[in-house]
Each structure stands twice: as structure tokens, then as C-alpha cells.
């Protein structure tokens, strides 16, 4: 097989977000560079300080559309074909201009959609837009949905052949602790890793740590400037709850291995497979987590951690109870949760899933570029 060259788009930090992270991760990924795929790289990311649920497209969106299109344009006879990795919005709107430029050309287009929510966003589209999705859409080489769920909607709903649309979930660039963690003694420390805002549950952990005296929490994130008075006052009247501030992206699974669980009772909108999760399996941590959208794929209740309901600080507080009363059963959630990691390593996901997709041979380094100028500024 013979040496590719692949434009990769997508969002690089800042800000730190899922998306942005991953997509980081994919290029500096040891097996890309042992298999010599050359990149060339547009970082799509705005650069905002804080990722908004909904925003307006705005003049700057409309100015960076055109850019990237221009340097996609002009990259486009250099390459083999194009790896975009999109949020919803960018997928079905510049995303289609850059799926008919390159399949027009009958270069290979491959595409990782972020997050778990494209089917909704999709059906508030008008009916004539949701009709050019799906023609545009199955020009595609491959789909990369970053879920189970979203895989069944594009091949049951938008009737893409099955082998176009491929699972490929998010990974991490480690390898599974080789022992398990043990519950301490005296109580129970738990961590948050994410984003300090309402819809990932931060209110919902300060209050059950309001009812398990036994329970600790520290809460590690970048904190968004609407929750701040709230969780900086609610910190001030839980002494048992602390504020570690913003982790890098390399500091997590280490950080999160000092903790025995992890909790995330998430009701974002846009959740996908929540990389804190992952990190934690890696970690050999436990999670408790909600029952909301894609979470259930990864957290098995009673398994690797727990599931609990949106909105319910009681749950909450009494899985650490019942973590507590029956610290025996914990070996074995942290046991179950290393053995999760294995689905989610970079062989796994990149070295088993994607390069067979990109098509690819073998050198010796990964060789990319990141185009001056990018992300908006």
C-alpha cells in the first residue's frame, strides 16, 4: 500500500473540550506516525474562552467558512482525501460544501461527527435541508459516529449503506492500570473533571455532598462565568467540597487515579461518550453517572459504576452509600472499569478502526502542518 495524504479539519485548543482534546490527540497519535500518514491541518476552533450550548452563527462564522473553504480548496489537489472531524453544526453546514468538493473530485472523504445529538438537531432542520443532508451525506466514503445510538439512526433512519457507517469512540493515548483500587478505610473521596456548569450535574454533586458526611468532592474544570458567585458561594458552606482548578489534558487519568470515584451526573444536551469517563476507567475508578442519552454505552450499572437519574441528588447520595456499606463489592467496580479501558485504547480505536479506513502504508513519522492563521483568531 502505498504513503496518503489526508486534509485533517478540525478544532484545536483552546478552548479545552472534548472535541478539541480528540482531535489533538489524533495528531500526535504514535500508530498515525508508524504508519506515515502525512497531514495537512486546518484547526477549525474559534477560540473562545467557554463553549456554548447554542450560539447564533454569527459574521466571524460566516468569514471563517470562507477561509477554510479557500485553504481546502487549495490543499485539495495535494491530498488523497479529507478527514473532518465536526461538532453537529459545522457537519451540516460547511461540512456539506466540503463533502461535494471532495467526493466530486473522487477523493475519499471520512468523517467523525462529535457528540450524540446530530438525529435532533437534524429533525429541526426544515424538511428541504434534512433532504440535503442525507443526499450529501451518502457521498461519503465513511461516517464515524462517535456512538451506538447515532450509528442505528444514520443507517435505519438515514438509510446510509451499513457499511459506510463505522463506531468510533473516543481513546485515549494510555494503557490500563494493571491493578485495581482498594476503598479507603474512613470515607469516600470522589472527583468531577469537566466543565463547572449546571447541565453537567455540578449542583446536583454539592448538594449530595450536602447528605453523605462521609463523602468528599473536588471539582477540577474551567468554571463558566455564570456559575461562578453560585458554586464559589455553595464551596464556601460545604467544607468537605473543594476547587482544584483547570487540569491539563495529560494531568487527568493521574489526577483522577487519586480519587475512588468519579462522578458526572450529566444532563448536556450534546453528551456523547464523556471523555472523563474513559479517563476514569483508565484510571481503575469507578463512576456514577446519569442514565442520559449515550452514557448507559459505557457506564454498566453495578458493573463499572452506577447510573442514576438527571436532576436526583439523592441518588447520588445513595450510591456512595451503598458504596460505603459495601466497600467488598468496590474491588470489583474498579476491576470492571480497567477492563473497560480496553475498548477505548489508541490500538483499539486508531490502530483497529481508522487506519484500515485511511487505506494506509507504512514510514516511519507523521508529518503535519497546521495552517497559519486559523481558528478566527
Same mark, same amino acid.
Given at each position: ?5 489526508? &486534509? ?5 485548543? @483552546? ?14 497519535? %504514535?500508530?498515525?506516525?508508524?504508519? !506515515? ?13 467557554? =463553549?456554548?450550548?447554542? #450560539? ?32 453537529? #453544526? ?7 460544501? &466540503?463533502?461535494?468538493?471532495? /467526493? ?10 462529535? !457528540? ?7 429533525? #429541526? ?7 440535503? $443532508? ?13 456512538? %451506538? ?17 463505522v463506531h468510533l469512540p473516543n481513546f485515549l ?40 458526611? +462521609? ?33 491539563? @489534558? ?6 483522577? +487515579? ?7 451526573? =450529566?444532563?448536556?444536551? !450534546?453528551?456523547?461518550?464523556?471523555? +472523563? ?7 481503575? $475508578? @469507578? ?5 442520559? #442519552? ?32 459495601? @466497600?467488598?463489592?468496590?474491588?470489583? &467496580? /474498579? ?24 487505506d494506509s502504508g507504512r514510514a516511519e513519522t ?6 497559519? !492563521?486559523?481558528?478566527?483568531?
Amino acid at each position: 500500500m502505498s504513503k496518503r495524504k489526508y &486534509l485533517a479539519m478540525g478544532p484545536l485548543p @483552546p478552548p479545552i473540550g472534548g472535541d478539541t482534546v480528540l482531535f489533538s490527540r489524533l495528531l500526535r497519535s %504514535r500508530l498515525l506516525q508508524e504508519a !506515515g500518514i502525512e497531514l495537512e491541518v486546518i484547526d477549525t476552533s474559534r477560540k473562545e474562552k467557554e =463553549s456554548r450550548l447554542v #450560539r447564533r452563527l454569527d459574521v466571524r462564522d460566516a468569514q471563517n467558512a470562507v477561509r477554510f473553504l479557500w485553504r481546502a480548496i487549495r490543499l485539495r489537489p495535494e491530498v488523497d482525501g479529507l478527514l473532518l472531524w465536526a461538532n453537529n #453544526r459545522f457537519a451540516y453546514t460547511l461540512g456539506l460544501l &466540503l463533502i461535494l468538493l471532495f /467526493s466530486m473530485r473522487r477523493k475519499r472523504v471520512i468523517i467523525k461527527l462529535f !457528540g450524540g445529538d446530530f438525529a435532533e438537531e437534524v429533525a #429541526r432542520l426544515p424538511r428541504w435541508m434534512q433532504k440535503l $443532508v442525507k443526499s450529501l451525506f451518502s457521498r461519503v466514503d465513511y461516517l464515524l459516529p462517535e456512538t %451506538r445510538g447515532l450509528c442505528d439512526f444514520f443507517r435505519q433512519r438515514m438509510g446510509m449503506a451499513a457499511e459506510k457507517v463505522v463506531h468510533l469512540p473516543n481513546f485515549l493515548p494510555y494503557q490500563p492500570p494493571i491493578s485495581v483500587h482498594r476503598l479507603p478505610v474512613a470515607g469516600l473521596r470522589t472527583v468531577f473533571i469537566g466543565q463547572i456548569r449546571t447541565e453537567k450535574g455540578v449542583f446536583d454533586i454539592l448538594e449530595a455532598v450536602k447528605r453523605v458526611p +462521609a463523602m468528599t468532592c473536588t471539582f477540577y474544570g474551567p468554571i463558566f462565568a455564570r456559575e461562578q458567585a453560585r458554586f464559589q458561594q455553595l464551596l464556601a458552606e460545604i467544607p468537605r467540597a473543594a476547587y482544584g482548578g483547570v487540569l491539563s @489534558p495529560g494531568e487527568v487519568v493521574d489526577k483522577i +487515579a487519586e480519587y475512588d470515584l468519579l462522578l458526572l451526573p =450529566s444532563y448536556h444536551p !450534546g453528551e456523547g461518550y464523556p471523555a +472523563a469517563i474513559l479517563e476514569a476507567f483508565f484510571a481503575g $475508578v @469507578p463512576v456514577i453517572a446519569t442514565a442520559w #442519552r449515550m452514557i448507559p454505552e459505557l457506564v454498566q450499572h453495578e458493573v463499572n459504576g452506577f447510573l442514576v437519574k438527571p436532576n436526583c441528588p439523592a441518588e447520588i447520595a445513595a450510591c456512595v452509600e451503598k458504596i460505603l456499606s459495601e @466497600p467488598q463489592r468496590y474491588e470489583l &467496580l /474498579s476491576d470492571n472499569a480497567r477492563a473497560a479501558a480496553e475498548q477505548y485504547t489508541e490500538q483499539a480505536v486508531i490502530g483497529d478502526i481508522l487506519l484500515p479506513l485511511l487505506d494506509s502504508g507504512r514510514a516511519e513519522t507523521l508529518l503535519y502542518r497546521v495552517q497559519p !492563521g486559523e481558528g478566527g483568531g
